[in-house]
């Protein structure tokens, strides 16, 4: 079992709708998490981060957290073409240096 | 300051030969980090170093991969004897220290394309 995982494919979604992105993480000890968005060619930057259960909220991105499931989600309002990248999901252990990386989801907004 | 800086950008190389990367990280960032990436996969933890001590190190890093960070600031990644394997992006991210007051989210660079041919 992987230790993030972030099975499904490429998600196509009009200009204007919700993208919805899922990732699980297999260690209970995580405690931090964080989506990293990462265009083409490009280095991995952070858009979000969250580490209490609920939701979590800024401009259009919402983290939505659940421990007790172990599934972290990220929802994109009023997607726009420059949301087209890969969305990393990262979690982090306390007292742990590293981030696991989950191998990404593809986005692609369509005008 | 404008973040977490990487030389070179690109590098291709022969098999067999050695390469150097280089990575400032942000000026007030202890922690650094070293991570590949290949294509279609998440990025992977190679090592981490707070200050000039090298504190972890991933079993993907073997012995001809060693990392350095003499004086608490930049860090140098060689790999000796590249193989085609070692193709990939090479990221270098840095992150504040711990209790510092803010959060320890890590600042990624914008990588070092390895193509060993």
């Known amino acids: 079992q992987k230790e993030v995982e972030q099975n499904s494919g490429p998600l196509s979604v009009p200009e204007g709708a919700i993208a919805s992105l899922n990732c699980t993480y297999s260690d209970r000890g995580s405690q931090s998490f964080f989506w990293y968005r990462q265009y083409s060619g490009k280095s991995p930057e952070l858009i979000m981060f969250i580490y209490s259960n609920g939701d979590k909220e800024d401009g259009r991105f919402t983290a939505q957290l659940n421990k007790a499931s172990q599934y972290v989600s990220l929802l994109i309002r009023d997607s726009q073409p420059s949301d087209s990248a890969t969305y990393l999901c990262a979690v982090k252990r306390d007292g742990n240096n590293r981030l696991a990386f989950g191998k990404g989801n593809q986005v692609v907004v369509i005008p | 300051d404008t973040g977490v800086s990487q030389d070179p950008r690109h590098k291709i190389t022969k098999r067999g030969q050695n390469v150097t990367f280089r990575c400032d990280p942000i000026s007030e960032h202890n922690r650094l980090y070293w991570y590949r990436q290949t294509l279609g996969q998440g990025p992977e933890f190679l090592t981490y170093?707070?200050?000039?001590?090298?504190?972890?190190k991933s079993r993907l890093l073997s012995d001809r991969f060693s990392a350095e960070r003499p004086k608490g600031s930049f860090s140098t990644l060689e790999i000796q004897r590249t193989e085609q394997g070692d193709s990939a992006m090479y990221l270098c991210a840095s992150s504040l220290p711990l209790g510092s007051g803010g959060f320890n989210e890590a600042f990624f660079g914008q990588g070092t394309r390895l193509t060993v041919v």
């Open positions: 170093f707070q200050n000039e001590a090298q504190l972890e």
